[in-house]
């Protein structure tokens, strides 16, 4: 079995963390940006993040987060958020491929001129489930370099939304989309069992 095998074999849904463990801020920072790596709608990477040590933060995100242990026992939670105008970065984005030798100039003003012409006049909920699926790509990220940090992890979609955009004065184009609890367990997880491939696997 591979090392990568292996963290996804070992990562399981974490509910009970040492309350007493601190994760120093530039390791997050670094898992942060390792997961970035991932994949995103014409590389738009309409993710963004809200990192939460603060305890009485914490606290008050529990009462948001359905009452949730993990919320407060777990030395951080990553809020990723979605940006339904990530698509204003695009020139940001395409001419920093240029300068690293990605791509060349014309590819990235075609791009470019395509994403503009596109992306502003999708309809906000087409703008928010490419946001929400780009989301769904680096969590998987986060949970699997946790994990082989030595962290764990769980993801949590149960919370106010609307309270949460309020109390951390979200602009109109971002919204919450989960939040993923992070830090040592102390009490191990539930194994849980997945359904065959081959019922839910067609081959042509």
Same mark, same amino acid.
């Given at each position: 079995?591979? +090392? ?15 309350? =007493? ?23 738009? !990477? ?6 939460? /040590?603060? +305890?009485?933060?914490?606290?008050? @995100? ?21 940006? &339904? ?10 001419? +920093? ?7 060349? !100039?014309?590819? #990235? ?5 395509? &994403? !503009? ?11 928010? /489930?490419?946001?929400?699926?780009? #989301?769904?790509?680096?969590?998987? !990220?986060? @949970?699997?370099? #946790? ?26 184009? /971002? ?5 993923? #609890?992070?830090?040592?367990? =102390? ?13 839910? &696997?067609?081959?042509?």
């Amino acid at each position: 079995m591979s +090392q990568l095998e292996q963290v996804m074999k070992s990562r399981k849904s974490v509910r009970v963390y040492d309350s =007493t463990h601190k994760m120093d801020k530039q390791e997050l920072i670094e898992i942060l940006e390792m997961a970035t790596s991932a994949p995103s709608s014409s590389n738009l !990477q309409s993710w963004r993040f809200i990192v939460i /040590q603060d +305890q009485e933060i914490k606290k008050e @995100l529990r009462a948001i987060g359905n009452n949730q242990a993990q919320i407060e026992d777990s030395s951080a939670i990553i809020a990723v958020l979605g940006d &339904t105008e990530a698509y204003r970065n695009v020139e940001k984005i395409y001419e +920093q491929n240029v300068s690293l030798g990605y791509m060349d !100039q014309t590819i #990235a003003d075609r791009t470019i001129s395509n &994403t !503009q012409s596109i992306y502003p006049n999708l309809p906000k909920q087409t703008l928010a /489930q490419i946001a929400s699926y780009d #989301a769904g790509l680096i969590s998987m !990220q986060i @949970l699997l370099l #946790a994990k082989e940090r030595g962290y764990d992890t769980v993801v949590m979609g149960g919370f106010d939304k609307a309270a949460f955009a309020k109390r951390f004065d979200l602009p109109e184009n /971002q919204f919450p989309i989960t939040l993923i #609890a992070i830090g040592k367990a =102390t009490a191990p997880a539930f194994n849980t069992s997945r359904l065959p491939v081959d019922k839910i &696997t067609k081959f042509y």
